[in-house]
């Protein structure tokens, strides 16, 4: 399963209003790059695509937006194995938590969501008596691409 499809603007904008949080000019296009990506995003990724909007926008208001966000549970923050470094990518949070794949070769990333993974949460909680608030799943292998491409 590709990234999933992109929302419509203004899902975040409303929920950070909705909170009582002002929304000024470089904060609500910072918030649609990350709801209209079509990709998974790292914070550099996030200013390049601002700026094309509104040059004035700096790193300080991105790291800063990303971070209230964050705080706000309406993003998440991921490392897809690790692939480049220590960088960190951005996804609006999910209706339904999904399994990333992460192919060791090209680096593509896809997602996947799966009844038997959610049954598997569900038994977590029953099984072990513990409350889960979120769930982080990524795999290493390599896409049907790769797997048929001669070795490198």
Do not use: N, W
């Not at 200013?47 to 966000?69: E, G």
């Not at 909680?125 to 608030?133: A, E, G, S, T, Y």
């Amino acid at each position: 399963m590709p990234f999933p499809q992109t929302e419509v603007p203004g899902r975040l904008q409303a929920e950070l209003m909705s909170r009582g949080l002002r929304m000024t000019r470089q904060r609500r296009t910072i918030l649609s790059v990350v709801e209209t990506a079509k990709q998974h995003l790292d914070a550099a990724q996030i200013l390049r695509h601002a700026r094309k909007i509104d040059p004035q926008i700096d790193r300080v208001t991105v790291y800063r937006t990303l971070a209230l966000l964050k705080r706000h549970g309406l993003i998440d923050e991921l490392d897809l194995m690790h692939m480049q470094g220590e960088k960190h990518f951005y996804e609006r949070r999910p209706q339904r938590d999904h399994i990333h794949m992460a192919c060791l070769r090209c680096g593509k990333i896809m997602e996947f969501e799966s009844d038997l993974f959610d049954r598997l949460k569900g038994q977590i909680q029953r099984d072990c008596q513990f409350h889960i608030v979120v769930t982080r799943l990524e795999v290493g292998g390599y896409c049907s691409r790769c797997r048929t491409a001669k070795p490198d």
